[in-house]
């Protein structure tokens, strides 16, 4: 079965500061899900990436896949005090599999 | 706010006591799944149901039973509540099923099991 590997566990920041977010896949991805979920909270869906070298923008948030699909990158500019909360990577091998998660990437930004 | 909303938001059993959740998925979403999220890890996938029947399960003994009614609302049923089963649970709802499309979760149901 798939397994998703994201590093760091946990993250703190200062406001205003950059910081990356990774994902990574023992097999090849059909779809890489990012959402952000606010403590005992449920998650909010953040970006889709299904291309090889797709990138995706929102916000502060920039998110990549690489061109071999296993490994994707989420990236916050000028983190805010918003921006707290745990991210996790969702994939499914195809279409037809439902999605499995990373154990999520704890953020806290610092004033 | 997805539009996906569940009941109770909190609940204490205690070991070997049944459980039922309830889920109102998003208008005009007809596919709902359930995850179990244990503290610190990432949400496990439960089932999925569509237009009433189960499509799709994870690795969770058949205690964790699930229904989905005609308006897509959806219920999971736990039975003989273990300790391990203590967890935050999930109900998401998407326009397809069997698709990697976009999921709209609810906020959850913590549920404690003393």
């Known amino acids: 079965s798939q397994e998703l590997e994201q590093s760091p566990q946990s993250l703190i920041v200062q406001e205003g500061k950059n910081l990356t977010i990774n994902c990574t896949s023992s097999k090849t991805l059909y779809g890489l899900y990012w959402y952000k979920q606010k403590y005992g909270e449920g998650l909010i869906f953040l970006m889709m990436?299904?291309?090889?070298?797709e990138e995706k923008s929102h916000e502060k948030i920039t998110a990549k896949l690489d061109e071999k699909k296993q490994q994707s990158s989420l990236h916050i500019t000028a983190s805010q005090p918003s921006h707290a909360g745990i991210y996790l990577c969702?994939?499914?091998?195809?279409?037809?599999?439902?999605?499995?998660f990373g154990k999520g990437t704890r953020l806290s930004v610092i004033a | 706010e997805t539009g996906v909303t569940q009941s109770p938001t909190h609940l204490i059993k205690t070991r070997g006591q049944q459980v039922t959740l309830r889920c109102s998925s998003q208008s005009g979403h007809n596919t709902v799944s359930w995850y179990q999220q244990a503290l610190g890890q990432g949400p496990q996938f439960i089932f999925q149901y569509y237009r009433e029947e189960e499509n799709g399960r994870g690795n969770f003994p058949p205690r964790f039973s699930g229904l989905q009614f005609p308006n897509y609302s959806s219920e999971l049923n736990v039975n003989a509540l273990e300790l391990d089963d203590s967890a935050l649970y999930l109900c998401?709802?998407?326009?397809?099923?069997?698709?990697?499309?976009?999921?709209?979760f609810g906020s959850g149901t913590q549920l404690s099991v003393l």
């Open positions: 990436l299904q291309k090889g070298g």
């Open positions: 998401a709802s998407s326009l397809w099923a069997g698709t990697n499309e976009k999921l709209f």
């Open positions: 969702g994939a499914a091998n195809s279409g037809n599999t439902p999605l499995v």
